[in-house]
């Protein structure tokens, strides 16, 4: 795409835990250009931030003045510059009135996006960086029904006339991750190639237990000391126990969709689809620009591009 063509006209910046990624942006909503590091927030101390923003994108300020907006866990308190939380429901618009304007010593200005929380069960649940995407969604138009965003934390998040208006939390990766290393149930497990097969076992094993996940994940051990599943599939299986009760427990919280949007890396986004698949649930994959739509989204509601 040439930059004679579509002229700059945003810098949107996804800055996330582990994770650093930029978006020039044309007036359409076109990403001419991107750029991506691991200098998530994790691996940024507080005062290196702004030579870390700087650094990536200077060189695309010097080819003309445009505003920059910032999201995810760089607007956190462990990050850079904190941003209050925002209620839902929640739409672009309540997302434009809500940024936080910032100054650097060199002068430039940055928009940074606030986060959503909501209540469920009393307890207040939060998202940062996950709502740029969804406004991304907003913005192509998908103003009613169910968005999952797969990861460390997985997200849920429904959608109704054109606003957010809940979302829950799910655990599932890092639940996986702390078993993997810190269990004896890990301690049976090994590598090996992925197994569809013992995914999808996870998943109908966790179908037949419902709400019994904590007795269920004993048979992560119990299989592999009858030698009824190799320690290399056992991995797998125990993704799919988790993310079937995750999708289970969504369905009680938050209702059961008969479609849902999958947002997130398509290496987990397959794995999703997957489990929902066999549990009777249709999924569709978001384009991967969404974020970089979301941005745009939100600085044409506040009045930063035209």
């Given at each position: 795409m040439s930059l004679d063509v579509h002229q700059p006209a945003l810098i949107g910046v996804d800055w996330g835990t582990s994770s650093f990624r930029a978006f020039l942006i044309d007036s359409d909503a076109n990403v001419l250009d991107s750029k991506e590091t691991d200098q998530g927030v994790l691996n940024i101390d507080r005062c290196g931030f702004l030579n870390v923003l700087e650094h990536h994108i200077n060189g695309w300020l010097e080819m003309t003045p445009m505003p920059v907006i910032i999201s995810g866990m760089a607007t956190s308190r462990n990050g850079w510059i904190e941003t209050p939380y925002v209620s839902c429901p929640a739409g672009v618009e309540v997302l434009a009135s809500n940024l936080t304007r910032h100054i650097v010593p060199s002068g430039l200005e940055v928009h940074l996006v606030s986060g959503l929380t909501t209540r469920n069960d009393g307890a207040p649940d939060v998202m940062r960086g996950e709502e740029v995407q969804i406004a991304g969604l907003l913005a192509d138009g998908i103003r009613d029904g169910m968005v999952i965003m797969p990861g460390t934390h997985s997200k849920w998040v429904t959608l109704a006339d054109g606003v957010i208006r809940n979302f829950a939390t799910f655990m599932t990766g890092e639940i996986f991750s702390a078993i993997r290393t810190q269990t004896i149930l890990g301690r049976l497990m090994s590598d090996g190639p992925a197994s569809a097969k013992s995914f999808k076992l996870g998943v109908e094993q966790s179908k037949r237990c419902?709400?019994?996940?904590?007795?269920?994940?004993?048979?992560?051990?119990?299989?592999?000391?009858?030698?009824?599943?190799a320690k290399d599939k056992t991995p797998d299986y125990l993704s799919g126990l988790l993310i079937g009760a995750e999708i289970q427990g969504a369905i009680l919280l938050l209702g059961d969709p008969k479609r849902v949007w999958l947002v997130g890396r398509r290496s987990l986004l397959s794995r999703y689809q997957q489990a929902l698949q066999a549990l009777g649930i249709e999924s569709i994959r978001a384009g991967e620009n969404i974020a970089a739509l979301g941005h745009y989204a939100i600085a044409r509601a506040t009045g930063l591009v035209s």
């Amino acid at each position: 795409m040439s930059l004679d063509v579509h002229q700059p006209a945003l810098i949107g910046v996804d800055w996330g835990t582990s994770s650093f990624r930029a978006f020039l942006i044309d007036s359409d909503a076109n990403v001419l250009d991107s750029k991506e590091t691991d200098q998530g927030v994790l691996n940024i101390d507080r005062c290196g931030f702004l030579n870390v923003l700087e650094h990536h994108i200077n060189g695309w300020l010097e080819m003309t003045p445009m505003p920059v907006i910032i999201s995810g866990m760089a607007t956190s308190r462990n990050g850079w510059i904190e941003t209050p939380y925002v209620s839902c429901p929640a739409g672009v618009e309540v997302l434009a009135s809500n940024l936080t304007r910032h100054i650097v010593p060199s002068g430039l200005e940055v928009h940074l996006v606030s986060g959503l929380t909501t209540r469920n069960d009393g307890a207040p649940d939060v998202m940062r960086g996950e709502e740029v995407q969804i406004a991304g969604l907003l913005a192509d138009g998908i103003r009613d029904g169910m968005v999952i965003m797969p990861g460390t934390h997985s997200k849920w998040v429904t959608l109704a006339d054109g606003v957010i208006r809940n979302f829950a939390t799910f655990m599932t990766g890092e639940i996986f991750s702390a078993i993997r290393t810190q269990t004896i149930l890990g301690r049976l497990m090994s590598d090996g190639p992925a197994s569809a097969k013992s995914f999808k076992l996870g998943v109908e094993q966790s179908k037949r237990c419902g709400t019994e996940l904590l007795h269920t994940l004993f048979s992560v051990r119990t299989l592999t000391l009858f030698d009824e599943m190799a320690k290399d599939k056992t991995p797998d299986y125990l993704s799919g126990l988790l993310i079937g009760a995750e999708i289970q427990g969504a369905i009680l919280l938050l209702g059961d969709p008969k479609r849902v949007w999958l947002v997130g890396r398509r290496s987990l986004l397959s794995r999703y689809q997957q489990a929902l698949q066999a549990l009777g649930i249709e999924s569709i994959r978001a384009g991967e620009n969404i974020a970089a739509l979301g941005h745009y989204a939100i600085a044409r509601a506040t009045g930063l591009v035209s």
